[in-house]
């Protein structure tokens, strides 16, 4: 049976059809899209039609298509029918059975999909193409195509998707072959093993001791698949993070600008990011790169913590479904972090190829449409946040060609745990051996097999689909505030998230702690029969969490589980025999000693060699400068820039405002929207003091990679960190977590490049070992993804690699010393005085949005910067202070048409605010670390200037003309100006 839901009156997706004719030049006049339900004929004949219509279709606009509506009364000529491919989750389809389960005592078999209804005279080999372009993803969907004269009055169905599959069993792996059989087997397998490592795993299982032990237990020999996959999984880049922990010998060639080498580096997570928080030591760290998300102290009664993960690979392969995982998936980092944290805030910093590519160069047949990737991504993002309840209230998007091959899909949460949890610090994790181990939430599938793995390998046209995974928020809900729930009862010892390496690295990792875990992959709830051992252990299939419960609490723990609806199963034991032991009906198929595991990764040794600065280019050109050499022209040109535009018709969609903590916004809304630099939310809302506060902001600045990480890296740090304090944040708590994404910087044959990519990683490591001691802000947790390219075939079949810029994004979570320190962005009054804080940079043109061919960058100055904050700190805390936005894209013409936007004021420079010898052009579009635009009442005048001392110059006056000029050189209507900046579909 099946029912398709259409609304009434049609509604013709001419957006789609557009699109479709601009990229394959194929015209469709029509295009109609329903939504369709699937049930199987046993489940029909026991639900009666009137409860399926009401529950699945609304009379007022909708009706179903062959009952109430007749598809003779439609003009179309094909029928595209999408449904899922049988494992993938289906979360429309589980919420309809759950609301099912209220009038039924039995559960139904229903998948859901859509039917896309087209008007057009292409024929069906047409049609299949544009239907992968645009309708359906074939890694985790299928489609069937009718003409209209294959049926009459109702669609032939499709079978319902049922996983079926048959396990393989447990197979033994002979590691005595070649170097070349050696490598082939771990490509084939996905197990990204290098040579070295591959040898180790040969060594260890090939030893005396291991062998007599295993003969002992009862185990082959050679090692099981099911112990090769923990290691891979363990071993993986996503995991153990190698090449932030490799030996590099660092090089550099001596005509460079800024000096580093040589250096010989034994970890550069160690001697750079480890280090620097080691020498700030602050005293509100509470834990800091040991769990699952950084905690610290900025409040009396309650901890704050933060992570930010990405979710590159799966979001290239399945936006969707890649991002939703991505945001549901640092949210139980957070929920996993201490005895259990409350997820309180998303963030977002998102970064693709402009949709505009195409226009340039038609992409490789195998990638996909930059703008699918954008909206499949912010759907994602969006059900992650508002379908959990959590308000999303910080991010950033980003354009550049090179992320054609592979997409930037950084999530991040901001999470709240009380300071204690019964008589125990809440950061402590406290499971000893006797523990059962528990885990919660869904059940485990084929999805996300290899997640880890594949994540630490480059894309290439061979993906899999396995590493898809779609996660479902309304599970996730539910087993988010169970946790909080049983934390406050003290059920459980600790916890931790079901993430990369699934239950491979989720009890390995817990293991470490009372040296041994055992459990059994029969007791593991799975979705459907047919997986093979080694799949069950390493599935990263969604919303789980695995916890360690006393016997004397597992009763209690497994009741208030049931009741709350999240599948708890015992599948273990916590020991302390030194081992991770896997047993299949207890039987014993894996045995691997943790201290191997754990500790036996070899180091990689890899060689780094640092050119000097590149031109400015993406795989499709040579970045050219975007002055028309008109000003009035160039700063409508600016505003409409990708990269400087509002994306607030993005962003309005996701829910800044549930739990009702939010004090600023992404955006200001007054009389018209304006950027904010920051979020700030309320503490007392979270049992924190009643007048307390926090920010969330960020940095990212991947424009500037080509002419120096190292100067890429200070200008993110010191861009977060002014957002910061443009918001009212003390300058002195404010605590850093640092995301990298990478292209390949180890060479091979492929990777020519790849020293001065691992150059680059050093220069970028060590410019945040020195900012972050300038600033004294620690950094609490971080991230990396190292293998961000595509390899594969352009559109004319030749070889083509797609890297992304070397990018590296730095969330920063700030304390308000009350919430009434809160600054915003906007202009608030006419006849306030506007001034420009920051140095002297105006001489020359240098790089810029507007100016990307130029290589020259204004110095730095941490130091000068950072003393500059705390003034703007104390004049913000004085009252002085109105307004304060911070310069950065686009310059400070930018930030000052976005401080005038949300109350329409009008503005006109002074006649003598340029000094001898400065550029006008380049006071107005350099960009530069450091720089501040703040707004002062005019009485307030003297004691602002005194107390600065230095370091700023008025620039000019609001008004209520609704005009921004300068002399004879320009006059802009604000207007005009907020149009150029915000008329934009996405």
């Known amino acids: 049976m099946r029912l398709d839901i259409i609304d009434i009156p049609l509604k013709n997706r001419k957006d789609l059809a557009t699109k479709i004719n601009l990229e394959l030049e194929l015209q469709f006049e029509a295009i109609y899209q329903s939504k369709t339900y699937w049930l199987e004929e046993e489940s029909q004949k026991n639900i009666s039609q009137n409860l399926l219509h009401s529950l699945l279709r609304d009379p007022i606009d909708q009706k179903i298509l062959g009952q109430e509506i007749a598809f003779r009364d439609i003009d179309f000529d094909y029928i595209a029918e999408i449904s899922f491919k049988p494992g993938v989750t289906d979360n429309t389809a589980r919420s309809v059975l759950m609301a099912l389960s209220h009038k039924l005592t039995h559960s139904p078999t229903i998948a859901s999909g859509q039917v896309y209804l087209l008007k057009t005279k292409h024929n069906k080999n047409e049609i299949e193409m544009m239907a992968k372009k645009f309708l359906y993803n074939p890694l985790i969907q299928r489609v069937q195509i009718y003409q209209k004269n294959e049926f009459n009055e109702e669609i032939p169905s499709l079978a319902l998707p049922t996983a079926k599959l048959q396990s393989k069993g447990i197979e033994t792996i002979n590691f005595d072959r070649n170097d070349e059989s050696l490598l082939q087997l771990s490509k084939d397998r996905l197990w990204a093993l290098s040579l070295t490592e591959l040898k180790e795993i040969k060594s260890y299982f090939n030893s005396s001791i291991i062998k007599k032990k295993r003969q002992k237990q009862g185990l082959p020999q050679n090692p099981t698949d099911v112990e090769i996959e923990i290691i891979a999984q363990t071993w993986s880049e996503h995991c153990k993070h190698k090449i932030f922990n490799a030996e590099i010998d660092y090089q550099e060639s001596p005509n460079i600008d800024k000096k580093l080498g040589p250096l010989n580096l034994k970890s550069i997570f ?139 899909v950084y999530c991040g949460t901001v999470g709240v745990l009380p300071q204690k949890v019964g008589q125990h610090p809440s950061h402590l994790k406290r499971h000893r051996p006797g523990d059962y181990i528990v885990i919660c939430g869904g059940s485990v599938g084929a999805d996300g097999i290899h997640g880890a793995t594949f994540s630490s390998l480059e894309l290439n046209d061979d993906a899999p689909s396995t590493a898809v995974q779609i996660g479902d928020p309304f599970t996730q809900k539910r087993l988010s505030d169970f946790v909080i729930e049983a934390r406050d009862k003290n059920l459980f010892n600790s916890i931790t998230d079901n993430g990369a390496g699934g239950l491979s690295s989720s ?30 252990v390493i599935s990263e299939s969604q919303e789980r969490m695995t916890f360690s419960v006393s016997p004397e609490c597992l009763e209690e723990f497994i009741k208030l589980a049931k009741k709350r609806e999240c599948n708890p199963a015992v599948i273990g034991n916590f020991h302390d025999r030194g081992s991770f032991d896997i047993y299949e009906k207890e039987e014993l198929i894996s045995s691997l000693e943790l201290e ?223 919430k009434n320190d809160v600054m915003t962005t906007d202009f608030k009054h006419a006849d306030d005085l506007v001034y420009y804080l920051g140095e002297d940079c105006f001489n020359e043109l240098s790089f810029s949005t507007l100016h990307p061919q130029l290589h020259n960058f204004p110095t730095v100055h941490a130091q000068k910067n950072r003393d500059r904050y705390k003034k703007v700190h104390a004049l913000i805390k004085r009252k002085i202070i109105k307004s304060a936005h911070d310069i950065s894209d686009g310059g400070l013409i930018t930030s000052l048409c976005e401080s005038l936007f949300p109350q329409k004021l009008g503005f006109t420079f002074t006649n003598n605010f340029l000094k001898e010898n400065e550029s006008l052009e380049a006071f107005l579009f350099n960009e530069y670390a450091g720089g501040i635009l703040v707004s002062i009442s005019m009485k307030k005048q003297q004691e602002f200037e005194r107390f600065l001392g230095e370091g700023f110059r008025l620039i000019g006056k609001t008004n209520s003309t609704n005009f921004l000029e300068y002399k004879k050189y320009f006059s802009l209507e604000i207007n005009s100006l907020y149009q150029a900046w915000s008329d934009h579909d996405y």
């Open 507 to 536: 009890v390995g990792e817990m293991a470490e702690h009372t040296n041994g875990a055992s459990i059994d992959v029969s007791k593991v709830p799975l979705k459907y029969s047919g997986l093979s051992p080694f799949e069950i």
């Open 596 to 818: 191997f595991l754990h500790d036996s990764l070899p180091a990689m040794k890899l060689k780094a060699f640092y050119e000097d600065k590149k031109t400015n280019q993406t795989w499709t050109r040579e970045v050219r400068s975007l002055s028309q050499n008109n000003l009035s022209q160039d700063v409508l040109t600016l505003l409409s820039h990708p990269n400087i535009r509002s994306k607030e018709q993005l962003v309005r969609q996701f829910d800044h405002e549930v739990q009702a903590a939010t004090i600023i916004k992404p955006f200001l809304d007054k009389k018209q929207t304006g950027p904010s630099d920051a979020a700030v939310l309320w503490s007392g809302r979270y049992g924190g003091h009643k007048d307390g506060a926090i920010s969330i902001s960020c940095g990212l600045c991947p424009e500037i990679s080509h002419l120096d990480t190292y100067l890429m890296t200070q200008l993110a740090i010191d861009e977060a960190i002014r957002n910061a304090i443009c918001s009212g944040t003390n300058p002195d708590f404010i605590a850093l977590c640092d995301n990298y994404c990478w292209p390949d910087p180890i060479e091979s044959p492929n990777n020519l490049d790849g020293p001065h990519k691992l150059a680059q990683l050093v220069r970028s490591a060590k410019a945040l070992y020195d900012t972050a001691l300038i600033y004294k802000t620690p950094f609490i947790s971080g991230k990396d993804s190292m293998k961000n390219d595509f390899i594969g075939k352009s559109f004319e079949g030749n070889q083509v690699k797609i890297s992304v810029p070397p990018t590296l994004l730095i969330t920063a979570l700030g304390k308000l010393d009350t």
């Open 270 to 408: 160690k001697e750079y990011i480890k280090a620097s928080t080691e020498k700030i030591n602050c005293d509100w760290l509470v834990s800091v790169f040991s769990d699952n998300a950084g905690i610290v102290r900025f409040d009396e009664s309650v901890d704050f913590c933060l992570k930010v993960e990405t979710h590159n690979s799966p979001s290239a392969l399945d936006p969707y479904g890649g991002a939703l995982t991505g945001i549901l998936g640092v949210n139980r980092d957070i929920l996993g972090c201490g005895l259990g944290a409350k997820p309180i805030a998303n963030t977002n910093v998102l970064c693709f190829a402009h949709s505009s590519l195409l226009k340039e160069k038609k992409l490789p047949p195998k990638l996909m449409h930059p703008e699918h990737i954008l909206k499949g991504v912010h759907k994602g993002i969006e059900d992650g946040g508002n379908k959990s309840g959590i308000p999303t209230v910080n991010g950033a998007i980003f354009f550049h060609d090179n992320y054609a091959g592979k997409p930037l």
